[in-house]
Each structure stands twice: as structure tokens, then as C-alpha cells.
């Protein structure tokens, strides 16, 4: 497991495997911020459709609309360049969708912090 190895770590109760998977995403899509979702225990890669995907994320897939009206989304995942704190962008959409959101914090490809926030409150639609 890649993130075991970082002090900062806090992902819930999350599968750890599923984890690795987003961390790795997240490596891949560096500098840009990565986006995903956890959804029934599989980790789901979106392209990031921000016009400045080093500074933030948007989802326009149509799965991604599908699973959230669902209920099938269990977190909401992205990654930050250097910066281990939910900004205010992040904690304002977490609380609007009522999703839990990982953060993943990459220096030059380097796990530096893994957190989650906020909790899963909404009701099926």
C-alpha cells in the first residue's frame, strides 16, 4: 500500500486498496488536480474539465450525474499540488452535495497528506 508510509493520513473507513488506486490517479494526472469518485468499493477516474485543472477539478460526465442521483457515490475524490487543506471552494461543495471529499496532497509526485471530510447526510432522491 503507497500511502501507508505518509504520517498524515486519514481516509475513514475507506478500502485501502481502492485508495492506492485514487493515489496513483492522482500521480498520473500531476500537476494537474485528478478527479474521481468511490463508488460501491471501486474507484472511478473522471477527466478533469476544470479550464484550470492545476488549480481546481469539475466533473461533466454524465456517470458521474448518474451515480449521484442514485445515491451510489460514496466520496468524492481530487488532488492538491502542495496544499493539504480543504479550501473554502472545497469545503462549500462538500457541503452543498453532502459527500464525503479525499484529499489527496501531492509534492512533484510525492504522497505528502491523504484526508477525508464531511459526511455522506443525503437521502436517496
Keep these: 500500500m503507497t500511502f501507508k508510509y505518509c504520517p498524515n493520513i486519514y481516509i475513514g473507513n475507506l478500502n485501502e486498496e481502492v485508495v492506492d488506486e ?7 494526472e500531476f500537476p494537474n488536480e485528478c478527479c474521481g469518485i468511490i463508488s460501491e468499493d471501486k474507484y472511478i477516474k473522471f477527466k478533469n474539465d476544470s479550464e484550470t485543472p492545476e488549480e481546481s477539478f469539475e466533473i461533466t460526465d454524465l456517470l458521474y450525474y448518474d451515480l449521484y442521483v442514485d445515491n451510489k457515490i460514496d466520496c468524492i475524490v481530487h488532488s492538491h499540488n502542495d496544499s493539504n487543506r480543504a479550501s473554502k471552494v472545497d469545503q462549500i461543495q462538500q457541503k452543498e452535495i453532502d459527500l464525503p471529499f479525499m484529499i489527496i496532497n501531492l509534492r512533484n509526485r510525492s504522497l505528502m497528506d491523504c484526508i477525508v471530510f464531511g459526511e455522506k447526510e443525503h437521502a436517496p432522491l
Design 22 to 28: 485514487a493515489i496513483e490517479h492522482a500521480k498520473e
